[in-house]
């Protein structure tokens, strides 16, 4: 039982300094046992102090349960001593009595899940930086031309509410601006992955659509050429993969003209119920050289919220995307219903994305008089 347990015992008689050993303590302590146990002149190096304060622990009449930090044949063992102490009438310490159990195995063991902790802690901090510097996340909604926006980003690994595990830096990104022609241009986007290269590919596609901006609002044509960017890169990294959908809305006209790249469809809600919009055609970024993808054309009036997001808000893992869907779309049909002009940053804070593992971009957009 000793040996299973890697303890020792040990008496230590004060009145005549007589000491004894069990075998397993003399194993610990890698000690010849025909030396028989240390006496005080040759303490094991590390091991006097803890003498010293089993001593002072007796005589205020303590237990002593201490865990110090021996060096034993060459190496360092971390070493747990539980001991107490046979009094006399008055309460002098005459006998100790001590377990020794070496416990380096489990003491290393916890100060290496304490060191994976911190670089996991350092490392979501890092993603942090990192995202908003690549994507900086509005606190506040943006008031553009005709259109309240809010945006709510949610990375990897965090959970819905922070679940210790680190954060992972994604590929999930957003676009939300006016045009020079008065209009706004919204999208958003998702590019396979975590790390570097997802982060990479997601600030060049988002970085992209600003340009292309400059020289064609219309939805379609902004995919083509988005799809074209990633077929190119698709020739350094074969398993590159991206969807996005991109809108434009006419203030003047509460016209929402949109297209979708393999992207979930958006979700219009009006009059109190949520649904998506039927998709028109596209096929996922980078997969059909020249594709080409269709627009569709809605009426987007005060009193309506279009919502734009990322498959990590309804892609349940194992259970697949309806399921997310449907439970979105609830929390959505209940805060509109329950708090119909609350700020869309509240709206936004109830929904619970269904894939932790994956990270979730969420755009609201609601039109205003």
Not at 18 to 47: F, H, K
Not at 332 to 337: E, F, L, M, N, Q
Request: glycine share 10%; aromatic share 4%.
């Amino acid at each position: 039982m000793e040996r299973l347990a890697n303890l020792g015992w040990g008496e230590w008689d004060l009145v005549s300094g007589e000491i004894y050993w069990s075998p397993q303590l003399y194993r610990i302590y890698e000690r010849d046992p025909a030396l028989g146990p240390p006496g005080e002149g040759e303490a094991v190096a590390g091991d006097m102090p803890m003498r010293v304060a089993a001593v002072e622990a007796f005589r205020r009449s303590e237990r002593v349960d201490v865990v110090t930090r021996v060096r034993v044949g060459g190496r360092v063992k971390h070493l747990r001593t539980v001991a107490d102490a046979v009094r006399d009438a008055d309460g002098q310490p005459l006998r100790v009595y001590g377990i020794v159990q070496d416990v380096t195995e489990q003491r290393v063991g916890a100060e290496r899940l304490a060191e994976v902790e911190r670089t996991l802690a350092a490392e979501h901090e890092l993603a942090a930086r990192l995202q908003r510097i690549i994507l900086p996340i509005p606190a506040e909604p943006i008031d553009l031309p005709g259109l309240r926006v809010a945006v709510r980003y949610l990375p990897a690994g965090t959970g819905t509410a922070g679940s210790g595990r680190a954060a992972m830096i994604g590929g999930d990104w957003f676009h939300a601006a006016a045009l020079r022609d008065g209009s706004v241009l919204l999208a958003v986007g998702d590019v396979a992955g975590h790390g570097t290269q997802a982060a990479t590919t997601m600030a060049q596609l988002r970085h992209a659509l600003r340009a292309l901006a400059v020289v064609t609002s219309d939805p379609g044509a902004l995919l083509q050429h988005l799809n074209q960017l990633i077929w190119e890169l698709e020739a350094d990294d074969p398993e590159l993969a991206a969807t996005a959908v991109i809108a434009r809305f006419d203030p003047r006209r509460h016209e929402l003209v949109w297209a979708q790249a393999g992207h979930p469809p958006p979700l219009l809600s009006r009059g109190g119920r949520t649904a998506p919009l039927p998709r028109p055609a596209g096929p996922m970024l980078g997969v059909v050289d020249g594709a080409r993808y269709a627009d569709a054309v809605i009426d987007l009036t005060p009193g309506d919220m279009l919502l734009l997001y990322t498959d990590g808000l309804v892609e349940e893992r194992r259970r697949g995307p309806d399921v997310g869907l449907d439970s979105v779309i609830a929390a959505v049909d209940d805060a509109v219903r329950t708090a119909p002009e609350q700020p869309l940053t509240e709206m936004l804070a109830r929904l619970r994305r269904a894939n932790p593992d994956d990270d979730t971009c969420i755009l609201a957009a609601r039109p205003r008089a």
